[in-house]
């Protein structure tokens, strides 16, 4: 008499995205729409305790999107020292800006074999919304 098992499942490995990172993505966009619209102002003090409670996560994705900020000259730390936002002169912030306007120029050549025709329609849309503005 042979005994049969009932085979247990195995479970598909997760492709989710870690949380962890969505974490850090969310911070690192967050202080920097601060930092840029002003809300942060040049020489503040950014402690990680406060930044994690605002954005309501830990404080490893703060901190790792502090680095992220530094290493783009939007935060200035040392080590073992508080983040604080760096200060800009207007030739900075036009440099800033003129550097946003290449690389979402680059993005969308990059991106643009991938397009359909139903985006380029909507792009089209838009730009008549534009020009009747």
Known sequence: MSIQT????KKAPSKAVNPNRNSVQTAYLWI???IIS?????GEILPQATLAKQCKISRGP???ALRLLQN?????????QRARVASFSPEDLAQISASMIVNVGAAIVASASAWEETDL????????KLKSS
């Open 6 to 9: 009932r085979a247990t499942p």
């Open 32 to 34: 920097k729409k601060q």
């Open 121 to 128: 329609l909507h792009i089209r849309t838009l730009v008549e």
């Open 62 to 64: 703060i901190r790792e």
């Open 38 to 42: 002003g809300q942060f102002k040049a």
């Open 72 to 80: 783009q000259g939007l935060i200035e730390a040392e080590s073992n």
